[in-house]
């Protein structure tokens, strides 16, 4: 019989909690460390709708990379969405755990997957950490390419529909940083890496202002951080393979839209 605790030290010899951001609530949000698990689902947000789905699947751990419970909560209420999903999750016994920036911060995690899958080469890490971790990547392409033919790649590569972009620039782009999710505050350090291009999420309007040779492109903040969830799918179903590991149905939990 596993407990919640054996699921939570597989996911942290990943991505150990110690490296969280200090503003960070990576870890068990609700549950016990001594509650039996027999299954887990997997998303990238734990919404109201995910623990009905757990529930549904018979699952009694949630694992996700935002935390349900972010900062501190002045009530819980069902008018509300986090509200409603802890009131859910308790309800049921359901325990729910976040690797949120500790995935964030190394190799194998969210950044390191949007490296690879631009194909880049001498992956480092943009802002790099004592023990070998740190926010975001960047690397070489196999290929320089121009900003059309990057704004191209990046999409086809990404699934997405859109793109938001500085001002395209006029020089090959050869080097390139990203970082998943909320990245903008890195924008300095990809240029001080030699990247003419720097992907993210949550890019707001001035740091859209990046001079002649430097071009930031806001990918979406779920799009640059989904692969996540596949990377800890197959972390778990390796080492339990005696119980069910499965992600979500409805694993498509962005709440921006585009029209």
Known sequence: MYKVKDV??????????????????????IGSP???????ILGL??????????VAAGADMIVTHHPLIFSGLKRISPEDQTGLAVMKAI?????V????????????????????????SDIEILDPEDGGVGLGMVGNLPVPVSASEAVSMVKEKFGLKAVRTSRPI???????????GAGGSLAGKAREAGAQLYLCGDVSYHHFFTGKDFMIMDIGHYESEIEIVAI?????????????????ENIYSNPVFYF
């Open 97 to 120: 755990y976040a690797a949120h920036t500790t995935a964030d911060k190394v190799v194998a995690g969210v950044s390191g997957a949007m490296a690879r899958k631009l194909g880049l």
């Open 170 to 180: 006029d020089i090959p782009i050869s080097r390139v940083a990203m970082c998943g």
């Open 8 to 29: 939570t030290s597989v996911i942290e010899g990943f991505a150990p909690l110690g490296i969280q951001e200090n503003w960070d609530n990576s870890g068990l949000c």
């Open 91 to 95: 309800s049921a016994g359901i325990s």
């Open 34 to 40: 001594e509650s039996p698990v027999h299954s887990v």
């Open 45 to 54: 947000d734990c919404t109201p709708e995910l623990v009905d789905e757990a």
């Open 232 to 248: 800890l799918f197959s972390l778990l179903k390796k080492n339990f393979p005696t119980f069910a590991v499965r992600i979500t």
